[in-house]
């Protein structure tokens, strides 16, 4: 997606460590017009998956997400993050490491929001492990519902996270692909 | 707001404590058209005051400020909450009281996304006690930011939020104001 991808060189910044930073955009600033696009263009590549619910996960998710919603006309469940792990009786549950943090952490949804009808969309703002979409396949996975689609903002193509999900037979679809950020230099998969 | 009242009518649900759980629609789904015609309403009515940038707090208020964003094409920077309250160099902080939870978080926004010349439109899903309010207006005042309108979906009108606000000379829309919950039961100020 071109303008992603500019937004990403002109406004991206590549930290030690193989970390992007797209806060002015993405993570903490947010791009309204640009999130509606990034909407656009998930909603047209999953038009024709019989999509019935989006799921994402606090916080960053939800701008993309939200967008996709409105263009597709469908809910949006956003899973919480939850420092402690007690797990409640009315939610599912699933944990999720962060390389990032190296930490921990709970997702949840309160079962109310997913039953084994739906027809899943997950959208979330970067992949690269894939802890957070393992997280939120696991919930999908304990309900029945099924996973029909992945839509990625940023995926870090050189982390095993994209490639794991493609081999375990998911649609995923990234708007821009990460080949490298070696040399502080953001190189695109074509 | 007749749809939002609707929609607090027909899918929230009243606790003990004066809490109102609009899960279905705002706090954990969203429902994103719903959201838009929000974000439509703030732009209607904020339309003339120059806003320059709209600010929030994570995660409730995302879904609201960024439709509010993408009509009134203004970018969106929500503040992080942070647990630790060790204050970076990098970012203006201010501490927030949660009545509700009995704990005090920090909340934070970059310095590279606030400054002086903005006028700044606050957007937030709940009004109550109007602590995290406070806490953004206490980082506006230490950029010297104008606080030029706030925008509440929903304002529990009998704490003392509100009044506080308007006192203190700021303009506050809230799009439904709830005078009681009484009984369990949803009581609309007219």
Redesign the interface.
Known sequence: MQELEKAILDKGTVLPGNILKV??FLN??????L??QVGKEFADYFKEFGITKIITV??SG??PA??T??VM??????A?KN?SLTVQDNVYAAEVYSYTKQTTNQIY??K??LNSTDKVLIIDDFLANGEATKGLINICNQVKASVSGIGIVIEKSFQPGADWLKEHGYQVKSLARIKSLANNKVEFKD
Chains 1, 2 share one sequence.
């Open positions: 806060n002015s903490h600033q947010v791009d309204p017009a999130m509606y606090e916080t939800i701008a939200v967008m919603g409105l006309n469908l809910p949006v469940v956003f919480k420092k949804i309160e109310q929001f």
